[in-house]
C-alpha cells in the first residue's frame, strides 16, 4: 500500500517563484539614489563659470590687439585777419578853396588864397603867428605884395599837403596858366601853431 505524500498543497502553492528567489523575499529592485538640487545647481555653475572664461580668452586674443581709433579732432577755423588798405593820398585841391584857421591845413588853404586869388599881402600877413621870426620875408605884408605882383593875374594852383607831423606839413603847389597851360611847382615845409583856438602859419621853408 503507497504512502501518500504528507506535503501539504498550502507549501506547494506557495514554492519558489519562477524568478529563483525565496518566495519570502521582495520581487522590487532597490532604488537607485537620485543626485541632489545642491550638486546640480554646483554644475551649472561651474559650466557658466567656464563659459564666461573662455568667452573672455576669446576677447582677448582676438580683439585685444584691435584698438578703437580716436575721433579726429575738428577742424581748426582760423579767421584770416583783416587786410589794412593803404590810405590813397586825396592828391591836389586844384579847387583853390578859400580855406580857414580851424586846422593847419585850413590855414595854408587860406594863405595860398590870399596870395593867388585875393592877391593881398595883407590878408596873407593876417595869417602869420605874431612870434614867426621877423627875418622871415613872409612875416612882411609888403614883401608878400612884391611877390603876389610877380604871378600873372589869373594864374590857377593845385595844393598837395601832406603831414609830416603835428603841425608840420609837407606842401608842392603846382602853378598853371589861365587857360591851362602848367607852370611852376614849389616844394615848402609849412610848420603852424594854435593861438587862442586859430591856426596860424609859424614859418615857410623851402623842402
Do not use: W
Not at 520581487?27 to 550638486?39: A, G, Q
Not at 585777419?81 to 586846422?103: F, K, R
Not at 593875374?153 to 587857360?179: H, K, M, Q
Amino acid at each position: 500500500m503507497s504512502r501518500r505524500s504528507m506535503t501539504s498543497p498550502i507549501a506547494r502553492a506557495t514554492g519558489p517563484s519562477r524568478s529563483g528567489m525565496p518566495s519570502g523575499s521582495s520581487s522590487r529592485p532597490t532604488p537607485t539614489p537620485r543626485p541632489s538640487r545642491l550638486r546640480r545647481r554646483l554644475l551649472f555653475a561651474f559650466a557658466a563659470v567656464v563659459a564666461l572664461l573662455f568667452v573672455a580668452l576669446i576677447a582677448v586674443f582676438t580683439g585685444g590687439d584691435s584698438t578703437t581709433p580716436a575721433a579726429a579732432p575738428p577742424a581748426a577755423t582760423t579767421t584770416a585777419p583783416p587786410v589794412a588798405i593803404p590810405a590813397v593820398p586825396a592828391g591836389p585841391d586844384c579847387t583853390m578853396p578859400p580855406g580857414d584857421q580851424n586846422s593847419g591845413e585850413g590855414v595854408i588853404a587860406a594863405f595860398e588864397h590870399a596870395y593867388y586869388v585875393q592877391r593881398s599881402g595883407t590878408a596873407a600877413h593876417a595869417l602869420i603867428s605874431p612870434d614867426a621870426p621877423s627875418t622871415a620875408p613872409f612875416t612882411v605884408a609888403a614883401n608878400l605884395d612884391a611877390g603876389i605882383a610877380t604871378v600873372p593875374e589869373g594864374t590857377r594852383y593845385c595844393l598837395d599837403v601832406d603831414a609830416l607831423r603835428p603841425g608840420v606839413f609837407a606842401l608842392t603847389i603846382t602853378e598853371s596858366s589861365a587857360d591851362g597851360v602848367p607852370g611852376t611847382q614849389y616844394r615848402q615845409r609849412i610848420t603852424t601853431t594854435e593861438i587862442e583856438g586859430s591856426y596860424v602859419i609859424a614859418s615857410i621853408d623851402a623842402a
